[in-house]
Structures are given as C-alpha cells and as structure tokens.
C-alpha cells in the first residue's frame, strides 16, 4: 500500500504502527487484556500527540533550565558540606543513606559530574505544564525511540526527529571523554532491579553499533576488572570500557556486583561512571529545597533569571515532610489549608476531601519511589488511609523522607486510538503526561543540551496517578498550531 493511502486512512496508520513493532522484544508487558493481535501493551494512536508551538517553546527552554538547576543544586549539597550554605541542606538530602552511598556522593574525582540524560515528567494543566518530578536514569529511550522511527516512517515530523534519541544518546555519554585513537567504549551496566528495563537498552545499545558506535549492554556480575580499569567481553575478547552508564538505583548499591571495584576505578580516572553515583541528585527534595525561604538568595544568583522564573511556575510547591517539632510562633512557610497558615503536620490529618489536594510521595533513595509507587494522592483516598499515609511518612523522617506536594489536575484532552475489536477509531479524553527527554553534550565548556524527544502518555481521565497502562495512548510528540488538522 502506498504511503498517501496509508495516511488518507487513520486505521490503517495504527495496523501499520503495530506491525512495525518487535513482536517479542521490546514490547511485552502486561498482555493478559490485550487483544491477540495488538503487539503493544497500550492504546495505538493513528496520530502523535500535538504540542502547540507555545508548549513546545517551554519544552526548548526547559532543558537548559534543568540542568542549570542540577549545576546548582550540585554546588549547594557540597557548600552545605563544607558550612558555606545551611547544614540542613546536605542533612536532608544524606538522611537514610549509607555512608558508602554518602561517600561516593562526595567523591573529589566527580566533584562537578552530573547527569547527562535528564527527563521530566510534566503534567499538562489548564494553567501550562507542571513538574511531578526530575529522573536522570530515565526508562523509555528504547521503546520511545522505536515508536517514533514508526510515526516517521508514515510522514509525521516528531520532536526530535526519527532517530535523535539514537543518535544523541552517546553523544551525550561520552560528552567530556577523550580517548587516544578510538571511540569511546560505553558499557550499559542494567541491574536484577533494573531488569525491566534490560531488553529496550539492549536495542538501543544494539541501534548504536548499527551506527559504528562501541556500545554493549551487560549484567554488573559481567564486568571484569584489572589493575587498569574495567572490561568487558566482546565476541570471545575482553575490552576496555572508557564510561559505564549506571542503570541501577544507589538504594540497590548492596546488590550490584563488583560496584567497589568500579568506584575505586572511578576514584583512579580509569573509567567514567554515568550519572555519577550521586545519590543527593536523585531526590525529590530539590523540589522543595527549591522553594525554600532560606535559599532563595542562592537560586536568584546561580540560576539566571529566564531560568529561574521557568523553573518557579513549572515546579509545584513541595514540602519535606521532617517530624522535627515546629516552634509555637513558627508557620510552614506557604502551606494554607482553607485560607488558614499550618504551624503542624498534625493538623493536616483531619482535612475535607477538597483540602487534601494534596500529593505524599517518598523522597527518592528507596524502592518504593520508583515509576509512581508509594504515591498516596491525598483526594483519592478515604481519609483514614490518608491519615496513615502522613502518620508512615512522618514516622520515617530518618530513614526514608517523603515530600508533600499540591495537586495539579491534568487537564482534559483529546485523543484517538485503534480499537482491534472494532476495527474502528475511537475517540478519548484524558490527562497527559510529558516525557521529555534532554541529552547534554559539548563537555564542560561548552555544553549544549537538546530535546532529543518526547514520550506523551494520554490516560483515562479517572486516573490520579498517571503512568504507562493498558487503557493509555502512547505516542511521541510533533507540533502544530491547535487549528491545524491531522493526517
């Protein structure tokens, strides 16, 4: 069939999609409500999701904000530490962790390394996008970018193009780098935690040797190390990797095999470990760190201003919720319920239903803060469940700190997508999830950061939590004034 007929015909478009994808690789999932023909665990859209060029504008600018934001939140950590900035900064963010994991957190050697995939998860909202959180060891890149090679192939001009989150990808990787006479090696280390994500960065490392670039994708137990570095079996020979691409959580440091033989290789600058194995960056207390009244002179100064103002009306206001008693004159700065300012945690337990628009979430450095668990949405629970949601909260202030954070409904809009019993297009409203995806490259001096793509994720208008599920239209993003029609 030729390409005007698949394009005159929406159907058509999402048989095309579904049958350009692996059939046992990438895709797997959940498939016990799928129907036996469809290949992907979601909804098939005959069409991308459409930014509008203002939303695609804040995306653009999005990126460099959040690195600068990284930069800065980088320096503040090690300045808490040595006593130039407050100590309750680098207290907060060292609470619950090991002191291996705080030690390799302040290693001299990645003083100033910081990620160099970054991706938000943005809510589309009446009132513009809003952050529910930063990852820099984001899952998606594979499947994201397998997905959009097929909506290009069918015509559609995407973010990021067909192949930018291939092609970017190691760039980003080995920004900094330099090797005597050849490309640099980069080992994909996937943990037993992290398995889920193993078969999209086996293609994606699999993509990149298509492109003659050195990438492997192996199990930590797999490295093997001498008095010179790491290595790493590649058709019957050993070579060395120049950068290891951590995709395991530092909660999980216990279990990754031979990860102290890697940090001592790291310390000597015989390899490069990224993202650096920082655990205070991959906490959601940045969030409200951010919009702390005791910071805000160091935001304004090491953050420039169209930075910081995006950054202001993106990130929600957010809370770390510390048990530590409030003195009776003292308020929680920002925190109103009903019009009134809240001087305890105690007295958001006993909240009407429209008072808790609010979100608990753990902070970071724990299993159950990953992909949406451990997330209690303080409206959509009874209220004795949302009581025991603070009072756990609270109660593992040491261990395991959780953040607060207000509620921004996603707003309401449309989507299509193939329906296999039907053989028909049916139309959706739901609320949107924003995965944008930033490759720095360029080296220290002179970085650049791009919006390599987008993964758009439209769920049913009852969901709270919004996530990859079977009943959600996955697509990648392209752009287009709201007016303009569809192919």
């Not at 559609?156 to 330099?178: P, Q, R």
């Not at 957010?318 to 530590?324: E, K, M, N």
């Amino acid at each position: 069939m030729s390409l005007c007929a698949i394009q005159s015909d929406p159907r058509e478009i999402c048989r095309r999609i579904n049958e350009s994808s692996p059939v046992d690789f990438l895709f797997e999932g959940d498939r016990s409500r799928l129907h036996p023909d469809s290949r992907l665990p979601w909804r098939i859209s005959p069409e991308p999701f459409w930014l509008t060029p203002e939303q695609h504008d804040v995306l653009l600018r999005l990126g460099p904000a959040i690195h600068a934001f990284n930069k800065a939140c980088n320096l503040l950590y090690h300045q808490s530490v040595k006593g130039l900035q407050p100590a309750f900064v680098h207290q907060y963010l060292d609470a619950g962790k090991s002191e291996r994991a705080i030690e390799l957190s302040r290693l001299n050697r990645v003083k100033s390394h910081l990620p160099a995939v970054l991706r938000p998860d943005l809510i589309i909202t009446a009132d513009g996008v809003r952050v529910a959180e930063f990852d820099s060891i984001p899952g998606g890149i594979g499947f994201t970018a397998q997905v959009s090679a097929s909506y290009t192939d069918i015509g559609y001009e995407l973010v990021g193009g067909a192949d930018g989150l291939v092609d970017g990808f190691y760039g980003a990787i080995i920004a900094g780098v330099k090797t005597a006479g050849h490309d640099p090696v980069v080992c994909i280390i996937i943990s037993d935690e992290s398995d889920s994500y193993r078969e999209e960065m086996d293609w994606l490392a699999g993509a990149l040797r298509e492109r003659g670039r050195p990438v492997h994708c192996r199990h930590p137990k797999d490295l093997h190390v001498d008095d010179e570095g790491v290595l790493i079996e590649v058709d019957g020979t050993r070579i060395r990797a120049d950068i290891v691409y951590r995709f395991f959580e530092l909660f999980d440091l216990p279990n990754i095999p031979k990860v102290e033989l890697l940090s001592y290789h790291v310390k000597k600058n015989s390899v490069r470990v990224t993202p650096p194995m920082k655990a205070f960056l991959e906490e959601k207390m940045w969030l409200a760190l951010f919009h702390h009244p005791r910071l805000a002179d160091f935001w304004h100064r090491e953050l420039q201003r169209d930075a910081y103002e995006l950054l202001k009306a993106v990130i929600p206001h957010t809370w770390i919720l510390d048990s530590t008693p409030v003195p009776p004159h003292a308020v929680i700065p920002d925190l109103l319920v009903g019009g009134r300012v809240v001087c305890d945690w105690t007295e958001l337990m006993h909240l009407s239903k429209k008072e808790r628009e609010l979100v608990i979430k753990p902070s970071g450095f724990a299993e159950d803060a990953q992909q949406s668990k451990g997330v209690t949405i303080g409206h959509d629970v009874p209220e004795q469940e949302w009581q025991a949601a603070l009072q756990t909260a609270l109660a593992s202030f040491q261990t395991t700190p959780h953040v607060l954070q207000q509620y921004h409904k996603g707003a309401r809009l449309p989507a299509r997508y193939y329906d296999f019993e039907t053989d028909q297009i049916k139309s959706m409203h739901g609320r949107v999830l924003l995965r944008p995806y930033y490759y720095t490259t360029g080296g220290h001096a002179a970085e650049e950061v791009a919006l390599a793509g987008v993964q758009c994720l439209v769920c049913p208008a009852d969901k709270k939590i919004l996530h990859g599920m079977i009943d959600a239209v996955l697509v990648p993003a392209a752009v287009r004034e709201p007016e303009a029609s569809a192919i």
